[in-house]
Nanobody, 127 residues
């Protein structure tokens, strides 16, 4: 069974940076696309970013494009999200997730294949 553990969240002022990490076990990490999602209070969970198994393909939500960078180190079974120029609207619980299907892309309806979740890490950005 896949296990995901997020870390690196915290409280920062607008314009600041955070780097989230997600360690993964229970699957062949290098064979699956990985994603970051977030959920703000009172809102539905939304996709933030996705990276293909080899790291060659990525997706970013328009709201974070140019500010966030997703990356992975397959040898360490770890996924990252570098978040710069943070805004108050980035405040949310951040979750990492793994694709259910091997070697898929981060295009089309990719988020529908992601249904395993870690406990999340809270990011709070103050103005």
């Amino acid at each position: 069974q896949v296990q995901l553990v997020e870390s690196g969240g915290g409280s920062v002022q607008a314009g600041g940076s955070l780097r989230l990490s997600c360690t993964v076990s229970g699957l062949t990490f290098g064979a699956y696309a990985m994603g970051w999602f977030r959920q703000a209070p009172g809102k539905e969970r939304e996709e933030v970013s996705c990276i293909t198994s080899g790291g060659g393909g990525t997706f970013y939500a328009d709201s974070v494009k140019g500010r966030f960078i997703i990356s992975r180190v397959n040898a360490k079974n770890t996924l990252y999200l570098q978040m710069d120029s943070l805004k108050p609207e980035d405040t949310a619980m951040y979750y990492c997730s793994a694709d259910r299907v091997r070697y898929e892309s981060c295009s089309g309806s990719w988020k529908s294949r992601f249904d395993s979740w870690g406990p999340g890490t809270q990011v709070t950005v103050s103005s």
